[in-house]
Protein backbone atom coordinates (compact mmCIF):
# COMPACT_ATOMS: atom_id res chain seq x y z
CA UNK A 1 0.00 0.00 0.00
CA UNK A 2 1.36 3.41 -1.06
CA UNK A 3 0.85 6.20 1.40
CA UNK A 4 1.20 10.08 0.58
CA UNK A 5 4.46 11.63 1.41
CA UNK A 6 4.93 14.52 4.03
CA UNK A 7 8.52 15.34 2.99
CA UNK A 8 7.13 16.98 -0.61
CA UNK A 9 4.15 19.03 0.02
CA UNK A 10 1.09 19.13 -1.48
CA UNK A 11 -0.04 21.89 -4.10
CA UNK A 12 -2.93 22.83 -6.03
CA UNK A 13 -3.28 23.29 -10.29
CA UNK A 14 -6.15 23.77 -12.56
CA UNK A 15 -6.93 20.70 -14.22
CA UNK A 16 -6.27 20.07 -17.36
CA UNK A 17 -9.16 17.59 -18.21
CA UNK A 18 -12.25 20.15 -16.72
CA UNK A 19 -12.57 23.91 -16.50
CA UNK A 20 -12.75 25.54 -13.76
CA UNK A 21 -11.75 22.57 -11.98
CA UNK A 22 -8.60 21.68 -9.55
CA UNK A 23 -5.98 18.78 -9.26
CA UNK A 24 -4.26 18.52 -5.45
CA UNK A 25 -0.51 17.08 -6.71
CA UNK A 26 1.65 15.28 -4.37
CA UNK A 27 3.61 12.36 -4.18
CA UNK A 28 3.76 9.12 -3.13
CA UNK A 29 6.82 6.48 -2.91
CA UNK A 30 6.24 4.02 -5.71
CA UNK A 31 9.66 2.05 -5.04
CA UNK A 32 13.13 1.56 -3.66
CA UNK A 33 15.72 -1.14 -3.20
CA UNK A 34 16.91 -2.43 -0.58
CA UNK A 35 16.93 1.05 1.00
CA UNK A 36 19.32 2.65 -1.92
CA UNK A 37 16.83 5.47 -2.96
CA UNK A 38 13.62 6.36 -2.67
CA UNK A 39 11.53 7.12 -5.84
CA UNK A 40 8.28 8.98 -5.55
CA UNK A 41 5.78 9.08 -8.21
CA UNK A 42 3.10 12.17 -8.92
CA UNK A 43 -0.68 11.38 -8.01
CA UNK A 44 -3.58 13.89 -9.24
CA UNK A 45 -6.66 14.55 -7.05
CA UNK A 46 -9.42 15.89 -9.00
CA UNK A 47 -11.51 18.10 -7.19
CA UNK A 48 -15.21 20.17 -8.01
CA UNK A 49 -13.69 23.62 -7.30
CA UNK A 50 -11.24 25.69 -5.11
CA UNK A 51 -12.87 25.11 -1.91
CA UNK A 52 -12.06 21.61 -2.05
CA UNK A 53 -9.06 21.58 -3.33
CA UNK A 54 -8.06 23.68 -0.01
CA UNK A 55 -9.36 21.41 1.79
CA UNK A 56 -7.55 18.45 0.24
CA UNK A 57 -4.42 20.04 0.46
CA UNK A 58 -4.70 21.08 4.18
CA UNK A 59 -5.59 17.68 4.95
CA UNK A 60 -2.65 16.01 2.89
CA UNK A 61 -0.11 18.39 4.88
CA UNK A 62 -1.61 18.06 7.88
CA UNK A 63 -1.24 14.06 7.46
CA UNK A 64 -4.45 14.25 7.97
CA UNK A 65 -5.96 12.99 4.81
CA UNK A 66 -8.17 9.69 4.26
CA UNK A 67 -7.93 8.44 0.68
CA UNK A 68 -11.41 7.27 -0.80
CA UNK A 69 -11.35 3.64 -1.06
CA UNK A 70 -12.07 2.13 -4.39
CA UNK A 71 -15.10 -0.27 -4.68
CA UNK A 72 -15.54 -3.17 -7.43
CA UNK A 73 -19.34 -3.66 -6.40
CA UNK A 74 -21.69 -3.35 -8.67
CA UNK A 75 -25.12 -1.21 -7.82
CA UNK A 76 -28.29 -3.87 -7.60
CA UNK A 77 -30.58 -3.22 -10.17
CA UNK A 78 -34.31 -3.33 -9.31
CA UNK A 79 -36.78 -5.71 -11.68
CA UNK A 80 -37.74 -2.52 -13.75
CA UNK A 81 -34.02 -1.42 -14.79
CA UNK A 82 -33.48 -5.59 -15.71
CA UNK A 83 -36.41 -5.73 -17.58
CA UNK A 84 -35.01 -2.21 -19.52
CA UNK A 85 -37.05 0.72 -20.95
CA UNK A 86 -38.05 2.49 -24.52
CA UNK A 87 -37.94 5.48 -25.35
CA UNK A 88 -41.11 7.82 -25.48
CA UNK A 89 -44.97 7.45 -23.68
CA UNK A 90 -45.81 10.89 -23.28
CA UNK A 91 -46.34 12.33 -26.84
CA UNK A 92 -43.61 14.78 -27.10
CA UNK A 93 -42.67 15.21 -23.65
CA UNK A 94 -38.92 13.25 -23.32
CA UNK A 95 -39.65 10.19 -21.26
CA UNK A 96 -39.11 6.67 -20.71
CA UNK A 97 -41.39 3.47 -20.63
CA UNK A 98 -40.20 0.82 -18.49
CA UNK A 99 -41.27 -2.61 -20.26
CA UNK A 100 -41.52 -4.46 -16.57
CA UNK A 101 -44.01 -2.14 -14.57
CA UNK A 102 -45.35 0.06 -17.68
CA UNK A 103 -44.40 3.00 -15.97
CA UNK A 104 -44.20 5.80 -17.84
CA UNK A 105 -41.08 8.53 -16.35
CA UNK A 106 -41.10 12.04 -17.36
CA UNK A 107 -36.77 12.73 -18.28
CA UNK A 108 -35.02 16.17 -18.43
CA UNK A 109 -34.57 16.02 -22.11
CA UNK A 110 -34.36 13.14 -25.26
CA UNK A 111 -30.65 12.74 -24.92
CA UNK A 112 -31.41 11.30 -21.16
CA UNK A 113 -34.27 9.14 -22.62
CA UNK A 114 -31.17 7.63 -25.06
CA UNK A 115 -28.96 7.04 -22.74
CA UNK A 116 -31.73 5.18 -20.37
CA UNK A 117 -32.78 3.40 -23.16
CA UNK A 118 -28.79 2.70 -23.69
CA UNK A 119 -27.96 1.26 -19.93
CA UNK A 120 -31.44 -0.47 -19.48
CA UNK A 121 -31.86 -1.82 -22.88
CA UNK A 122 -35.51 -4.26 -23.71
CA UNK A 123 -34.68 -7.60 -23.00
CA UNK A 124 -35.65 -10.30 -24.60
CA UNK A 125 -39.54 -12.21 -23.83
CA UNK A 126 -37.60 -15.09 -21.97
CA UNK A 127 -35.52 -12.85 -20.05
CA UNK A 128 -37.86 -10.27 -19.41
CA UNK A 129 -40.00 -13.26 -18.19
CA UNK A 130 -37.65 -14.52 -15.56
CA UNK A 131 -37.06 -10.77 -14.31
CA UNK A 132 -41.01 -10.78 -13.62
CA UNK A 133 -40.76 -14.16 -12.00
Given at each position: MSTISNLIPAY????SRFHGCYDVVTYEKSRGVNGLYTAFSQKRIPCANIASAR?????INA????????????PKLSAE??????????????AVTWLATGRTEQVT??????QLKRNYP??????FASVLA
Open positions: IAPSTVKREGTYDQPTETNETQLGGCLTGGLGYTPNWATARAQPEQV
